[in-house]
């Protein structure tokens, strides 16, 4: 019998795929369509078994459709900005597009290698001008469309990597790439509206069928939409003033207005430093808000981290019963979410009641469970019971209320009758209204390093921000550059100097690049008619081919890069360039390849088991099979070597 070469076998049948273009896109539209797609990779070095796994998936799911007469497109690129290119670039001398497409060269070889069936005729390449040109473009049209904004606000800023970071991108106040402290600063930087669509984002999660429940959950989560109301404080003149002003609170729990007993501002808050100026509370206050500064709003919002606070000297008029409130700042408040401003209650709300417990304030029990009794040992000058002894935390169900004038004995908690009577109330006394909030916050596009997209805009002393002209683009990163020496786009002085398209006059360039989660953003839409001169894709190519039938990638994009993705489709189709909703009709998020332990592979732990040289020992089929095989797609897979050893036998 012949033994099985796979090392004979591989070669002379990719050759003859190759030669026969088995995987050129037919576009045969007497056929039905699939589009099959696999998150593209970044090129930072030679591929691993994750991309083996997620790969060898999306490939049998190509080849079993074209064999069952669809008209399969199934492309392959590199997502190719970003910061590891351009670190890799400053360590070595050289430039960013070197280490890039060198590593392009190799992950495409080893692609090759595994005989996966990409059309290679489709590659998109993020950082060739060709596809950022297109990029660029798709800024230009939000910005028409009143998506794109400049504005200041407090940022993460990392001075390691020299870069603004998402709020994501910060763990207790360090980055996530070098670890280095990270500052916050006021910076006017480059935005997405994505919170216009924060509702649309949120009601077509219903039409993904074809989604892993939790992966919608987590966007759900993300994006957090909460009903409730603004309800008005007046803020008490401070002695021998006259300067009352009203602060707006947003509650999800305006029934629970009778059981608030302090209000908090954010440290953020503009009013802060008004509130304590020149006063005996002033350097306390001022000290916490420092100290608040250092930690981002992320982490401080955190529920199980201790809470830090301190007294204005201040207080505000509760507008159901008008009792004195007093106002504090307090660190677990975050700026920008519903106005920065609470109106806490502690026996409703566990972060209010582990506050007024550290602080020794009031705590006013109006809702009871079934069971519970109130605790009559306390009574404050209004005779209402307060507690400091026996509650162990916050009561959140439902329950019934108790010390809340007109409304005691009516059911509250969330969305409950008591909500709509007391909003009504208040809306009818002009003291408060229906309000709906996002957790979801604007996307911060700008990035301050070179290896990215540059952003299309020119400021010109005379003009303003201009635009730069559709016909111009793109905007060309110079390849010109050393980025070992210090040297920046915005030190680049022939790439920053520019003249004004509006007045003629001398005008500088931003010098920002955008986030590279822009470049992943819309791809898959190039992919349908990759090789276009006039737009980023003809409407007709994309409504043939999209949406994807089938998208395959990891579980740590589920929410950054596909909520970006479902965001740029739905703008798309606003600009009447596509006539779909979502891009991705069913999503498998692969499970993970463990080494022989159960271990993660990573290279500092040293147990990375090299894709090439598993298919040098056993070929690419026998790889491809045992990974398939060892485990259902989207669960853990513990690699085992005797079990690869056994499907080669088997082949
Ligand atoms: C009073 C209250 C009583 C609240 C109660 C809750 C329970 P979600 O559901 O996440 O939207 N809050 C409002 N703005 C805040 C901010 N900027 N920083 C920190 N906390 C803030 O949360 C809404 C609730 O979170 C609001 O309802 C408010 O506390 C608090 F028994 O108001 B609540
Ligand atoms: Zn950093």
Known sequence: MKAYNPHEIEPRWQKAWDESGLNTVREDESKPKKYVLEMFPYP?????????????????????????????????????FGLPAENAAIKHHSHPAKWTYANIETQKASFKRMGLSYDWDRTVVACDPEYYRWGQWIFLQFWKRGLVE????????????????????????????????????????????????????????????????????????WIGRSEGAEVD?????????????????????????????????????????????????????????EAASKVSAVERAQGDREKHGAFTGRYVVNPVNGEKVPVWVADYIVADYGTGAVMAVPCGDQRDFEFARKYDLPIIPIILGEDDALYPQLKDEQNRVVTTVDWEKSYEAEGKLVQSGKYTGM?????????????GDLEAAGKGKKSVQFRLRDWLIS????????????????????????????????????????????????FAKCTCPKCGGPA?????????????????????????????FAPEKANRWMPVD????????????????????????????????????????????LDEHGDVMSKSKGNVISPEDMIAGYGADAVRAY??????????????????????KFL
């Open 627 to 648: 990974i398939l095989f060892m485990a259902p797609p989207d669960k853990e897979l513990q690699w085992n070597e005797d079990g690869l050893a056994g499907m080669y």
């Open 447 to 494: 990035r301050q390093r070179y290896w990215g997209n540059p952003i299309p805009a020119i400021y010109c002393d005379k003009c303003g921000l201009v635009p730069v002209p559709e016909e111009d683009l793109p905007v060309m990163l110079p390849k010109d550059i050393d980025l070992s020496a210090g040297e920046t786009l915005a030190t680049h002085e022939e």
């Open 233 to 289: 404080f007046e803020l008490l003149p401070a002695e021998g003033k006259d300067d009352g002003q009203t602060i707006t609170v947003f509650t999800t729990r305006p029934d629970t207005l009778f059981g608030c007993s302090f209000f908090l501002l954010a440290p953020e808050s503009k009013l802060v430093p008004e509130l304590v100026a020149g006063t005996e509370y002033e350097a306390e206050v001022m000290a916490l808000v």
């Open 150 to 221: 400049r504005r200041e606000s407090p940022v993460n800023w990392c001075p390691n990597c020299k870069t603004v970071l998402a709020n994501e991108q910060v763990t207790e106040g360090e980055c996530w790439r070098c670890h280095g402290a990270v500052e916050k600063r006021d910076l006017t930087q480059w935005y997405f509206k994505i919170t216009d669509y924060a509702q649309e984002l949120l009601d077509d999660l219903d039409q993904l069928d074809g989604w892993p429940e939790r992966v919608k959950q987590m966007q759900a989560n």
């Open 44 to 80: 930072s070095g030679d591929i691993h078994m994750g991309h083996v796994r997620n790969y060898t998936i999306g490939d049998v799911i190509a080849r079993y459709s074209k064999m069952r007469g669809f008209d399969v497109l199934h492309p392959m690129g590199w997502d190719a």
């Open 508 to 536: 500088r360039r931003e010098t920002d690049t955008m986030d590279t989660f822009t470049c992943s953003s819309w791809y898959y839409l190039r992919y349908t008619d990759p090789h276009n001169t006039e737009l980023p």
């Open 550 to 593: 089938q998208y395959i990638g990891g579980i740590e994009h589920a929410i950054l890069h596909l909520l970006y993705s479902r965001f740029f489709t739905k703008v798309l189709r606003d600009m009447g360039m596509v006539d779909f909703d979502e891009p991705f009709k069913n999503l498998l998020c692969q499970g993970m390849v």
């Open 411 to 423: 059911v509250g908690g969330k969305h409950s009758p008591a909500v709509d009577a007391i909003i």
